[in-house]
């Protein structure tokens, strides 16, 4: 663990806190196990969260300030926006000093480290704060090389994706919740920032050094598979994604898995950030399926897609729309649970015994 | 440049110098332009470089130790063995203290910075010697975003392979070879400590944190593309390399080539250290075409084989077989020569203007 799930957050997405914008926060507060004290974000002081977010059950007052924060008596200040090259704006530096002077830890998950900041180090040093940069790999990994087939018995289901940000994290986390109703003994393995901040444990794929993020992967998978009889891997990016399409292949590559469930967002037209055009969405299934065969033969079998903006009709027409040009099972596991997800793991888990 | 290329290099690769095996040995003596004046390897002491790879033009001879090296007046010693994870093993470093205090500076390729190891350092320091670690990367990379397709105007070759260590490398420097005789202006990109130690710029592609690695080609095709009509970028690993695909990927959708030349070593069955087994070589044509053509429609236009371990007369027949099984023009660039490698390019170049 790499904090405590019951420590008090509050949550720092100053002037960018909207459904569907700001991911690590709204991942966070959808799904860790600690409690959200405030969210900080100026432009919409009075606001509760569940005012911005509808659907999720959380009335932590919005404030405009990390001195409005304190009040709560937040244990942590958690970093809650990102965005492509994971940079950290210079304004975010005088709130996260007044953060750790006013006695909380920072949860980072940019690519900047905060531990490598002198000025930022000597703050929580003198204050006797914890910086915790989630992102910041392990030392001894190993290259990948198949371990995953020898030395894992779970069943193993990687969400893969059209593009970065369409809710791979989000379909593993809510097939999960599906398992835990249901009393299936289902792991989560973390593979980017949100995921780990949610679940306590992880390394994020697209920090590690080009030779060993298969290798982080299949460590990570085989650890699960000890205690689990399914593993649900987050997925990152996408095999067409200029940017990370390489960390995409890493992972698909250092999972195995036996199965892929394929996740889009329904308004994405383009890759992000890059303005790439996405292929249609049944071309992503025999691309999945012909890259993953190197390693291990795995269907595509079934697909979650994020609705979001789309009215309750329009997510419902585009959802059968999917499915009948895939063939696949279809659903938004945040508008429809994910139940659906999960019998066709365990329908292919079943077939693949 | 990270080092002069006139600099006299003393070569380590102790009990490990053989033709094939030593890679980063072998591919400095074969290309670089910097004088060699010693190989270290205590095993074959007597010996000249040329009596164990005949087809090198080099008489510099094999010596026992650093010391008997220093004879030859060195200005480097270049650590010429490397494998996959890419850790330094213990037993050298007191053959690299004593190459510092012997007044040369070091030049290595590992994964393992010599300038992480306090030791070293101090002992470069106190002597006034240069620690050059050719794999780590600057620290300023960006996310890709296919910029060679806006700010390119070169012709873009990429290697391509069945595996790590078939020859990528080795192809893009002999058709550089045939491009500088034919007075064509081509540069060489190295993505790979080898290439770099040869050409004496680059970046070692699979040393780089996963988000920026096909930003880090993107930004070195457009910088060659600037002074040079064809620019041959050196690939790595392969896309069905279990450890290594992330890699292969991502230097694909960052040089978003016009045309691939695939590489293969005929000897071998199943890729390197992992064991994994290889499919037949025509299988690699369709597998690449696709995967480059998110980014920009590409071609593997011919094929290059490295055919060492067979005689003249296999490595003929298997030449002659590879071209029939892919219909395209095939070599090994060593053995032949790289002019119809470069004749393929310059058809390919014809057709695209």
Redesign the interface.
């Known amino acids: 663990m790499y904090y405590s799930q019951t420590a008090r957050l509050a949550v720092y997405a100053q002037g960018e806190f909207h459904k569907g914008k700001s991911k690590t926060a709204e991942g966070v507060i959808r799904y860790a196990p600690n409690p959200i004290v405030a969210v900080i974000d100026s432009t919409q002081t009075g606001k509760r969260v569940c005012d911005v977010i509808p659907d999720i059950k959380c009335d932590a007052p919005l404030v405009s300030s990390i001195d409005d924060a304190l009040q709560f008596k937040p244990d942590a200040l958690l970093l809650g926006t990102a965005w ?3 940079g950290m704006p210079a304004q975010w530096k005088p709130d996260i000093i007044e953060a750790l002077e006013g006695g909380m830890d920072v949860i980072n998950g940019l ?1 900047d480290f905060l531990c490598d900041d002198p000025q930022i180090a000597a703050t929580a040093a003198r204050c006797g704060r914890k910086l915790l940069d989630v992102r910041k790999p392990p030392n001894d990994l ?5 371990r995953v087939l020898e030395s894992c018995n779970a069943h193993v289901v990687l969400t893969v994706g059209s593009d970065c940000s369409v809710g791979k994290m989000t379909a593993s986390l809510e097939i999960q919740k599906s398992a835990v109703r249901r009393k299936i003994n289902a792991g989560f393995v973390a593979t980017g920032q949100t995921g780990i901040m949610i679940c306590g444990s992880g390394i994020a ?7 060993f ?3 982080a992967v299949e460590q990570m998978v085989v650890e699960s598979g000890k205690n689990h009889d399914i593993v649900l891997v987050e997925g990152q990016g996408s ?13 698909l ?2 999972a ?1 898995p036996h199965a892929m469930i394929l996740c889009h967002k329904a308004t994405r037209k383009c890759t992000i ?2 303005e ?1 055009p996405l ?1 249609p969405l049944p071309a992503f299934v025999p ?1 999945y399926e ?2 993953a065969s ?2 291990r033969p795995a269907k595509v079998i079934a697909i979650a897609v994020n609705t979001v903006g789309l009215t309750e009709e329009e997510a419902g027409a585009y959802v059968d729309d999917m499915s009948r040009q895939t063939g696949l099972p279809c659903c938004d596991p945040v508008r429809h649970g994910a139940d659906i997800l999960l019998d066709a793991i365990l329908t292919n888990q079943e077939k693949t015994r």
């Open positions: 492509a090259g994971g690519h190993p290259v990948a090389s198949k794929v697209d920090r590690v050094i080009g030779d993020m298969a290798g095999l067409v994604h200029p940017g990370f399409s390489g960390v995409t292949l890493a992972l590559h250092g195995c950030s890059t790439h292929p691309l012909q890259m190197w390693m």
